[in-house]
């Protein structure tokens, strides 16, 4: 995994939780890596693993079976949407909007791009031009 500068490493392992959940790579109830796992999985420090895992069981994102390890929540998946969901409404929209305003794009564009989108799904990664 590669760490970007402007985010907190621990948080960044949190996204990394997000995005196997919403992957259904780990499901509800799953057991996930141990601490010392996950931090030589990722090559840092088991300090950091456990905040990012603190601050993952504070969200109810996972719970920890005292002996025996830590478990994806079965409320997980609706969590870290509810948590999705809100970043990108109050971070990426507003940006988003302010580039669609300043470059002079209109709903059908939008529209058109997004339906092209949605029928490509081998490739969801990169943005889709129209066809005009």
Known sequence: MEFKEKKSIYMQIADYFF?????EVWQK??????VREMAVQLEVNPN????AYAHLQDK???????????????QAEHEVKAMKKEDFMNTALPEFYKMVKLLGIDFNELSEGYKAFLENPSDKTTSHQSSK
């Open 19 to 23: 995005d196997n959940i919403l992957k």
């Open 60 to 74: 109810g994102v996972i719970y920890n079976k005292r002996g025996i390890g830590y478990f994806v929540s079965p």
């Open 48 to 51: 950091t693993v456990m905040r």
């Open 29 to 34: 109830d799953d057991k996930i890596p141990s």
